[in-house]
């Protein structure tokens, strides 16, 4: 039918104009003039709907796919394209990271409680999208530094305020002026969550897990500020636990070993606190984090902790995490699956064969 259209229209503009405007009667869809325009020549038409364009929203992330296709596709046709497609490219030469970084800026530093919560879920999801993306690998390694210049700073504002919370002036003063301090660890402590859960969906934690693991001082200070306080510090804890146990983190065994010593008695410590005001815990995820992670180390190692673990579980019960499981898979590579001694079996049984022969 178009093809015959085409023969008729050829040689009249004003022939053009009534049979197009026929189409888009019965069409009703801007990119299916936009294309029939461009079959019929119709170049004024074109740039009419290129207006168009430039001025309609787009409904919908089909609808802008086949926007921005067909306006592509009239790149070399000699009309003016570039004011539509600036709706989703820029001249400007803004590096991604700086833009982020302003983002994230803006969100970690907000006291509105429910702006930011409402903001570190959908930041936080389009990361994840971000990150499914192939061939994204660039722009993964400036999110990751990005962010990781956020924890460091983050991390940083809360060791200044735990030491600060420790002073014995700050423990004279009245609930009123101690509450600016408690709000902003608080504070602190929600945005170091929120940014190690983007570096674990991300694959990115494992140098979290190192920067956390070392950080003996605000471990010490950790005993000295109430519990009330101090509990969302265990959550960042109890987190890294879980990606490890998970696999979403991978660091080195001196790191896990460190994360044990310095953070796993702190925990313990808030364990009844986590139950019930932390709204994101789940028990039975985080204690088989902490079990997984604590056999991945060699087996004095799991030996040393987890029998430390006995002499608290004994005494706090359910307000100390229940390792039972990791417990027995140590008692069995132990005392009943001693692994070494089997294959230094084999070994000895290999050679008298050899010897034999």
């Not at 990361?127 to 460091?152: F, H, K, Q």
């Not at 029998?307 to 579980?313: N, P, R, T, Y």
């Not at 039972?324 to 692994?339: G, L, M």
Request: net charge negative.
């Amino acid at each position: 039918m178009l093809v015959n259209l085409l023969s008729i229209v050829k040689y009249n503009d004003v022939i053009r104009a009534v049979v197009f405007s026929s189409l888009v009667m019965r069409s009703g869809a801007i990119v299916f003039k936009v294309e029939v325009a461009e079959l019929l020549g119709f170049s004024l038409c074109i740039k009419s709907c290129l207006e168009y364009l430039e001025a309609v929203p787009w409904v919908g992330e089909e609808e802008e796919e086949k926007v921005v296709s067909s306006v592509l596709r009239l790149q070399g046709e000699g009309v003016g394209v570039s004011p539509v497609l600036k709706r989703v490219s820029s001249d400007v030469s803004n590096p991604p990271s700086d833009t982020l970084s302003h983002i994230m800026e803006l969100v970690l530093k907000s006291n509105e409680e429910r702006g930011r919560r409402e903001m570190k879920s959908v930041v936080l999801k389009l990361l994840r999208e971000n990150n499914s993306v192939p061939n994204n690998a660039g722009s993964a390694d400036i999110c990751s530094e990005t962010i990781y210049t956020s924890c460091r700073s983050c991390l940083n504002s809360l060791v200044a305020l735990f030491r600060q919370a420790n002073e014995p002036e700050f423990a004279d003063k009245s609930v009123h002026n101690k509450e600016p301090v408690v709000k902003q660890i608080v504070l602190e402590a929600d945005n170091l969550s929120w940014l190690l859960e983007i570096l674990a969906i991300r694959q990115a934690a494992d140098e979290f897990a190192l920067m956390w693991a070392s950080q003996q001082e605000l471990a010490a200070l950790h005993s000295k500020i109430p519990v009330v306080t101090r509990y969302r510090i265990s959550c960042i804890t109890a987190r890294l636990f879980v990606g490890i146990g998970r696999g979403e983190l991978l660091p080195s065994k001196d790191t896990r070993q460190m994360l044990l010593q310095t953070w796993l008695q702190p925990l313990i410590d808030d364990y009844s606190w986590l139950q019930h005001g932390c709204r994101s815990f789940d028990r039975k995820v985080v204690e088989e984090g902490i079990g997984r992670t604590i056999l991945t180390l060699p087996l004095e190692e799991q030996q040393s902790i987890l029998l430390a673990w006995l002499g608290s579980f004994l005494k706090a019960g359910d307000n100390c995490p229940n390792l039972q499981r990791a417990f027995e898979v140590w008692w069995r590579r132990t005392f009943i699956r001693p692994y070494v001694d089997a294959q230094g079996n084999l070994v000895q049984s290999d050679s008298s064969m050899t010897s034999k022969e």
